[in-house]
């Protein structure tokens, strides 16, 4: 839907994380003796070759269990890991 006198959105940082990341930013992660890079793209994630909407998602696929992305990854409080 268009804005009012035509005026187009901002580009928009990945989904659920505001301003925090740029899109091309890498985030790394040792979990269980292997490093995990992911990196934030327009509209999401790509970890090893596969695009997510959320960190969430990411964090899932590399633990095999529900966590907060941003928790796991460390950019947000304290990863209880």
Same mark, same amino acid.
Do not use: E
């Given at each position: 839907?268009? /804005? %009012?006198?035509?005026?187009?959105?901002?580009? /928009? &940082? %990945?989904?659920?994380?505001?301003s925090?990341?740029?899109?091309?930013?890498?985030?790394? /992660?040792?979990?269980?003796?292997? *490093?995990?890079?992911?990196?934030?793209?327009?509209?999401?994630?790509?970890?090893?070759?596969? *695009?997510?909407?959320?960190? &969430?998602?990411?964090?899932?696929?590399?633990?095999? *269990?529900? /966590?907060s992305?941003q928790?796991?990854?460390?950019?947000?409080?304290?990863?209880?890991?």
């Amino acid at each position: 839907m268009p /804005r %009012p006198g035509g005026a187009s959105r901002p580009a /928009r &940082s %990945p989904k659920g994380l505001g301003s925090t990341v740029a899109p091309g930013t890498v985030i790394t /992660r040792d979990f269980r003796g292997v *490093t995990h890079q992911v990196v934030a793209i327009d509209g999401g994630f790509q970890w090893q070759g596969r *695009t997510f909407t959320t960190l &969430s998602a990411v964090a899932f696929a590399v633990t095999g *269990t529900k /966590r907060s992305g941003q928790l796991f990854f460390g950019l947000k409080g304290k990863a209880g890991v």
